[in-house]
Structures are given as C-alpha cells and as structure tokens.
C-alpha cells in the first residue's frame, strides 16, 4: 500500500491519493467507495465533504484511515470495513458473519413490495385488522424482513435463519430502524411450527455451485450463505418440498437464484405441481427470481 499521507493531510489530498489504490482493487466501483469511506471517515455526506475539501485530518482519523484501506487492499469488502451497507435506501449493519446484500436481491424486495401493497391496498380495511403475513426463509442481516417491514404497511413478519450470528446481526438492525419481527433459529422451515401459515414466503437462499469460481471480495463472505449442494439447487430443493405446507391458499412463495437456473428452479416447481410460476428478470435482463402462486389464476387477476 502506497498511500504516503500523514495526520493534518486534507480530505482534497487524501481523495486524490485514494483513487488509484482503490481502482487496482476495484476499477468499476473506485469513485463510490471513496465516496463512502470519506463519508463515514467525517459522518456526513458527500456533497458536505465537497465543500470541506481544505478540512484536515486529525490523528485518529488519520489512523482510522490508514487502517481502512490496508484492510481493503486486502480485498475486504468496504462495507465490512465500515459496518454498514446500504439496502433499499436504507442503512445495514453488516459483518463478515453475513452476505452483503446486492441490487439483484434489492429487485425481487422491489417486486415484492408492489405486489404486497397492491394486495393491501385493494383490502385495506381487512389488513388492518389481520396483518399481512411474511416469512423470510435464511434472513441473514435480515435486509429482506426489515426493508418488508419498514416500507410496507400492516405486515406481520417472521424472519428465520440457521445462523446464531446471522440472527444477532438481523435483531440489531430491525431495531436501527424500529420494524417488529419475530426471529426463529433453525434451518429453513425446521423452525416453524406446523400450522403456521404465510401470505408471503420469500427467501434469497444459497444457490451457487461448489465448485465454481468467485471472485475474491466473496472469500470473506460465509460460504454457507453463498454455495449449495446439487449444482446450487439443494436449498431451494428443500424449500419446494415443503413451501405448501406453510404458504396460504392466495400466497405467493418468492425465491432468488442464480441468473443460468431460471429453467431448473421451474422445473423443480413443475415437479412439484405448482399451481403458477414466474420467473422475473434482474436490472442487466437476466432470470434472477421465481414467484410461484398456490392458485391456478394470472398474476395480474391475483394481485
């Protein structure tokens, strides 16, 4: 790490001493870590920071610096430098004991979000007295059931993950932004009582394949949250096997997957009967999600 700066050395300076060593780490995303490293380094935003460019480094901040980006030279992901990632315009506290949550799974939370307020919103007088009822399969830092339970009126969420850690993570954040969850530890549906039933089963599950090579910002991600057995099918396998037994009559299951298994999660669905399935695209036009409905009608008279 070349970064020849001392305490006393201005945010102008710093900034332009950043930006080569963080484009050999990351050429496509330089510019905005800057960004957000020099937010959190001086806790405001980056229009503020603008207009502060003369602004000097005191010691500790020096010294919180220098620490930051040797870590990330290191091929730490930023937001497990800083603690936090943002998620749906909304603020996570994140660690290396969960995924970093990406813009793919921000598209399917987005999708469910309008079709969850429609269906609220054409009953209304209804959900307000019976909540709209969610179960969030391998929360993680819980981002799913949070952004749910922030931006969606009359929602009763549940939020399960196999993962102690995961689950501390998650607690923490529903309360950050002050959203009502009831957390259960165990794998997959392990850990909802029988006869528990949900309009809305959503899950971004595991679904890479073993053997298959990432790139290495992923080494420090838990592998459990990332790689599955059978091609990267095994887990959303084992939800197909059960969602019927917790998904209501009118329910929607909603599941993320790899942007090459569109056709196999389908057909794991097809094995199953499921009475309507769709797969929907992520913002680069690939199969990133699946819905699949308990009723045999159109989406469009559905929802």
């Known amino acids: 790490m070349n970064l020849a700066i001392s305490p006393g050395v201005t945010v102008k300076d710093l900034q332009e001493q950043l930006f080569?060593?963080?484009?050999?780490?990351?050429?496509?995303?330089?510019?905005?870590?800057?960004?957000?490293?020099?937010?959190?380094?001086?806790?405001?935003?980056?229009?503020?920071?603008?207009?502060?460019?003369?602004?000097?480094?005191?010691t500790k901040q020096y010294k919180?610096?220098?620490?930051?980006?040797?870590s990330y030279t290191n091929q730490i992901p930023l937001p497990y430098i800083l603690g936090t990632t943002d998620f749906m315009g909304l603020e996570f506290i994140v660690n290396d004991k969960v995924l970093i949550p990406r813009s793919d799974t921000e598209t399917m939370v987005t999708k469910a979000?309008?079709?969850?307020?429609?269906?609220?919103?054409?009953?209304?007088?209804?959900?307000?007295?019976?909540?709209?009822?969610?179960?969030?399969?391998?929360?993680?830092?819980?981002?799913?059931?949070?952004?749910?339970?922030?931006?969606v009126p009359f929602t009763q969420i549940t939020a399960t993950d196999k993962s102690f850690d995961a689950i501390a993570i998650a607690k923490k954040?529903?309360?950050?932004?002050?959203?009502?969850?009831?957390?259960?530890?165990?794998?997959?549906?392990?850990?909802?009582?029988?006869?528990?039933?949900?309009?809305?089963?959503i899950s971004n599950p595991p679904y890479i394949k073993k053997d298959e090579i990432l790139d290495k910002s992923l080494n420090s991600e838990p592998k459990m949250a990332l790689y599955a057995d059978n091609k990267g099918l095994s887990d959303i396998q084992k939800i197909a096997d059960e969602y019927v037994n917790y998904l209501s009559p009118d329910?929607?299951?909603?599941?993320?997957?790899?942007?090459?298994?569109?056709?196999?999660?389908?057909?794991?669905?097809?094995?199953?009967?499921a009475d309507a399935i769709e797969t929907h695209q992520d913002l680069a036009g690939r199969e990133r999600f699946t819905i699949v409905q308990n009723i045999k009608r159109p989406f469009a008279q559905k929802i």
């Open 64 to 70: 919180t610096v220098i620490k930051w980006v040797e």
């Open 113 to 151: 979000i309008e079709l969850v307020s429609q269906k609220i919103q054409d009953s209304k007088s209804y959900y307000q007295k019976n909540p709209y009822r969610i179960l969030d399969l391998g929360t993680g830092s819980g981002v799913i059931a949070v952004s749910l339970g922030k931006l």
């Open 173 to 201: 954040n529903a309360a950050k932004h002050q959203v009502s969850i009831l957390f259960k530890e165990g794998d997959w549906f392990s850990a909802i009582e029988t006869g528990n039933c949900f309009d809305l089963i």
């Open 20 to 58: 080569p060593i963080f484009r050999e780490v990351d050429a496509v995303s330089a510019h905005q870590h800057i960004r957000w490293l020099l937010e959190r380094l001086l806790d405001c935003s980056y229009s503020q920071i603008l207009s502060r460019f003369d602004y000097s480094l005191t």
């Open 251 to 273: 329910g929607l299951l909603m599941l993320e997957h790899g942007y090459e298994q569109g056709q196999q999660v389908r057909n794991i669905f097809d094995d199953k009967n």
